[in-house]
């Protein structure tokens, strides 16, 4: 049974850095192609794609937010940490974390139940 | 950069044919997937590789992909079925569509 979870703070203030980490389970991010997501959704609003780690360490960001994201991996914990930068109040979503394969035509199969994070002084 | 239109909203009446559109540009050169949201759960992947359904997804569920629009089509639509819908797809990058919220009216 594959499941993913997602932890981390629920409250950061502007322009604190947000560490997310997601725990899984059922696969292993050493086996070739395996990759993890992240994908979060402010409040109402549509799913927006963070960025992907793959089994080789390969890592895409959406280019809008590349600048104020790092995404690794720790293959021994079952682990992919995600780190924002400078969060701001439109940062406020819920973020999950997803599994992957290495191919264009591969979806996000599985997902976590997701972590609401919100930015406030 | 690349994006994928959808309508805000489509109502449907129970037991009839709900499409769900997404549009990009040559978006039939690339693989098209589509999720399930339902309020405050996680999506579920319904549809992969412009056609596919995972196992355990109802085949009233099926789907197209040609040109730059790809469908989601939902036969015999349930009360169940009332969710949004989000299309998917790469360019180099993950691309997410705005969502279409499904009303069974």
């Known amino acids: 049974q594959i499941t993913l979870k997602e932890s981390g703070p629920t409250l950061v203030k502007p322009t604190q850095t947000l560490t997310l980490t997601c725990t899984f389970s059922?696969?292993?991010?050493?086996?070739?192609?395996?990759?993890v997501g992240w994908i979060r959704q402010p409040p109402g609003k549509a799913l927006e794609w963070l960025a992907l780690?793959?089994?080789?360490?390969?890592?895409r960001y959406s280019p809008s937010l590349m600048t104020r994201l790092t995404i690794t991996k720790d293959t021994s914990k079952s682990q992919v940490v995600l780190r924002i930068t400078n969060m701001d109040a439109v940062d406020t979503a819920t973020y999950f974390c997803?599994?992957?394969?290495?191919?264009?035509?591969?979806?996000?199969?599985?997902w976590g139940q997701g972590t609401l994070v919100t930015v406030s002084s | 950069s690349y994006e994928l239109t959808q309508p805000p909203s489509v109502s449907v009446s129970p037991g009839q044919t709900a499409n769900i559109t997404c549009s990009g540009d040559?978006?039939?050169?690339?693989?098209a997937c589509w999720y399930q949201q339902k309020p405050g759960q996680s999506p579920i992947l319904l549809i992969y590789?412009?056609?596919m359904r995972p196992s355990g997804i109802p085949e009233r569920f099926s789907a197209s992909n040609s040109g730059s629009t790809a469908t989601l089509t939902i036969s015999g639509t349930q009360a169940i079925d009332e969710a949004d819908y989000y299309c998917?797809?790469?360019?180099?990058?993950?691309?997410f569509g705005g969502g279409t919220r499904l009303t069974v009216l």
């Open positions: 997803a599994r992957s394969w290495y191919s264009t035509s591969s979806p996000f199969e599985y």
């Open positions: 059922g696969f292993s991010l050493s086996t070739s192609g395996v990759g």
């Open positions: 780690i793959y089994w080789n360490d390969d890592q």
């Open positions: 040559k978006l039939g050169n690339k693989y």
């Open positions: 590789q412009d056609y």
């Open positions: 998917q797809a790469w360019d180099n990058i993950v691309i």
